[in-house]
C-alpha cells in the first residue's frame, strides 16, 4: 500500500532495536483518511473469504480492525484486557506478552459475541512476534469459531511473527512490510 | 439521534444500579455503520466551533472518537493509560478514576500532539459522573489547548456529569440522553 509506505518514510521514527514510532498517524494520534484506505485496503484482501466478524485486542488494534469491519459491513469485536462489570460472567480468557508493561497480561473476550457461527478475521497494528495475534487466535479457537485470515498494517518480518503463526492455517496479510531496520533504516519488501 | 434510542432500548441491558451494558453495539463488539452515524451527528454538532482535533482516551472512546474526526476531517488522538516506549519521555498526565479497576489510574498524552495550536473537541462513549471528561479537559489545559466542546454517545443525566464539567464553559451534547433507570427502565430525555 504505497500510500503507506510513504506515510511510514514521512512521519515514522525508527528508535532504535526494531522499535518504529508511528504515534503521529497510527497509535497515538491517529489519521482517520488514512486509516479509512487501510482498512478499505484490508477487507479487499480478505473479502473473498467471507469473514462476518473482524476481532483485535486493544488499543491500538481497534482503529484498523474498525475501518476493516466498516469496509466488509460486518461487526468488529476488540479483546478486553481487564474485565468491565458489563461483561457476560462466563469471559474467555487468554495470556498474552503485553508491550507497554513488559509482562503478560490476559485478553478476554465475552462468549456472547464469538461462537461457531462466526468466521472470523483478525485485524491489529503491529504484526511483530505474532505473540498478541497468536492470542487471540487462540481466544477464536477456545470460542469454537473459524479463523479465516490474519491482517496486519505493519509487518516486521525480522521479528518472526508471520512464522510463529503459520500453524493457523489461514492467509496472512500486511500492508507494509519492512524488512530492516538496521542502522536507522526504514527498508520494505520489494 | 433515534436509530442510536433504537438501538439501546432493542439491544442495551439495564443491570441495575445505573449500569448500562452497550457491550454488543458499542463497546465490546461495535457496529461500525452504526457508529460511524454517531460521529456524523457528533460532528455536525460541533463542526461550526472548528475544532482541529478530536481527543479521547482509551479504550471504548476511541470508535466514536474515530468517526466524528473521519466526518470532521481532523486527526482523532487518544489519551493512553499506559506509557507505551515510543512515547515522547515529557509526557502529560493526569488522574482519572478507572470504571474497570475500581481505582485511580493515570491517563497520558504526548505534548507532540496537543499544543497552543489545537482547537480540541473531547468525545467519548458515556458521559456518566464526568470525571474521566475531566480528566482529558485538564490534559487539554495542561497542554495549553483551547477545548472547544465535549461530545457523547450517551448521557446518564443522574450521574451529574454535565453540572460536574460546566466549569469549562464549553458546550456539552450527548446522542442519546438517558434521564432514569430505575426498575429496569431506560428512560430517554424529551
Known amino acids: 500500500m504505497e500510500i503507506l509506505k510513504e506515510r511510514i518514510l514521512r512521519d515514522g521514527v525508527n528508535l532504535g532495536n526494531g522499535i518504529l514510532k508511528v504515534d503521529s498517524f497510527i497509535n497515538h494520534q491517529v489519521d482517520p483518511t488514512l486509516m479509512l484506505a487501510v482498512g478499505g485496503a484490508l477487507a479487499a484482501r480478505f473479502a473473498h473469504l467471507h469473514p462476518n466478524k473482524v476481532f483485535t485486542a486493544e488499543i491500538s488494534g481497534i482503529a484498523p480492525a474498525f475501518t476493516t469491519a466498516l469496509a466488509l459491513g460486518v461487526p468488529v469485536l476488540y ?106 533504516k526504514i527498508v520494505f519488501a520489494e
Chains 1, 2 share one sequence.
Open 79 to 184: 479483546a478486553r484486557k481487564t474485565k468491565p462489570i458489563t461483561m457476560h460472567p462466563n469471559a474467555i480468557v487468554q495470556q498474552a506478552p503485553s508491550h507497554t508493561k513488559g509482562r503478560i497480561t490476559e485478553i478476554i473476550v465475552s462468549p456472547e459475541f464469538l461462537g461457531p457461527r462466526d468466521r472470523v478475521l483478525i485485524v491489529d497494528d503491529f504484526l511483530a512476534t505474532g505473540q498478541t495475534i497468536d492470542a487471540l487466535a487462540r481466544l477464536v479457537a477456545d470460542a469454537g469459531a473459524r479463523l479465516v485470515g490474519i491482517g496486519a498494517v505493519i509487518e516486521k518480518t525480522f521479528e518472526g511473527g508471520r512464522a510463529a503463526l503459520a500453524r493457523w492455517g489461514v492467509p496472512i496479510e500486511a500492508l507494509a512490510v519492512i524488512t530492516n531496520m538496521d542502522n536507522g
